[in-house]
């Protein structure tokens, strides 16, 4: 459950995953950087299958961002491809283990086929009750804030809305989050230690982890070690510590 203030209840956990060093696995083993993403996804579905027996409710992965297009056009093209056949060989499995599957991002330069494929496993899993399992596709924190006060400004224009009515909450309902809680802890394989334009307004309050560990050697072992580390954490909002 989330609280007013986009908080964690005692009823979710929400983990936001940066899945981050697929190409350098693929180069350090002399390997073509897609065999890199091809083995990413198969620690994502290791992860999937982990998250709900380590008590998550809401896991997000960081698929695509919309740097990634700066990317060369058969490493994009292949990434598509691969995105496309992951829909296609895990839907099944998906939909059989509970997971509520929703995508966010912007859909400008998508392919048809891959929205199309996106569309329908939203809708096929819509009504599952198990993980909530969220993929930021072709998603930067920025151009979906642009998004959203588009809407907004949209609405004040035409009258429907007063810029003084505009607070946090309206504005986080325009967000391609506003369905779900805010994340309550970030995780960012590879060793890099920032956040990448991931959800910038969700993780204001978010803890952060950072593990050298490259994306296709990430483990529902380590997953489960640091949300154990995390749920030591002492999470205070901004408020002092109780004495």
């Given at each position: 459950m989330v609280d007013g203030d986009g908080f964690m209840s005692d009823e979710t956990l929400h983990v936001g995953i940066i899945m981050d060093g697929n190409g350098r696995w693929a180069t350090r083993r002399g390997l073509p950087r897609l065999k890199g993403h091809s083995q990413g996804a198969e620690a994502v579905q290791a992860v999937v299958e982990a998250a709900p027996e380590?008590?998550?409710?809401?896991?997000?992965?960081?698929?695509?961002?919309t740097e990634n297009w700066k990317r060369s056009a058969s490493e994009v093209s292949g990434l598509m491809t691969l995105f496309k056949r992951y829909i296609t060989a895990k839907a099944d499995r998906l939909i059989a283990e509970n997971v509520r599957v929703r995508f966010i991002?912007?859909?400008?330069?998508?392919e048809p086929k891959l929205l199309e494929l996106m569309g329908w496993l939203e809708a096929e899993t819509r009504d599952n009750g198990g993980l909530n399992l969220t993929i930021a596709m072709n998603y930067g924190g920025r151009d979906e804030l642009i998004r959203a006060v588009q809407k907004l400004s949209a609405r004040v224009q035409i009258g429907e809305l007063k810029p003084s009515e505009i607070s946090e909450k309206t504005l986080s309902n325009?967000?391609?989050?506003?369905?779900?809680?805010?994340?309550?802890?970030?995780?960012?394989?590879?060793?890099?230690?920032?956040i990448s334009n991931f959800m910038p307004w969700q993780s204001a309050y978010a803890e952060l982890a950072f593990t050298e560990t490259l994306w296709p050697d990430f483990t529902d072992k380590e997953l489960r070690?640091?949300?154990?580390?995390?749920?030591?954490?002492?999470?205070?909002?901004g408020a002092v510590a109780a004495q």
């Open positions: 380590i008590g998550i409710s809401h896991l997000t992965l960081f698929a695509f961002s991002g912007g859909q400008d330069r998508m325009y967000m391609d989050t506003a369905e779900i809680p805010n994340p309550d802890l970030i995780i960012r394989t590879s060793g890099e230690q920032r070690s640091i949300v154990t580390s995390f749920m030591g954490r002492d999470r205070r909002f």
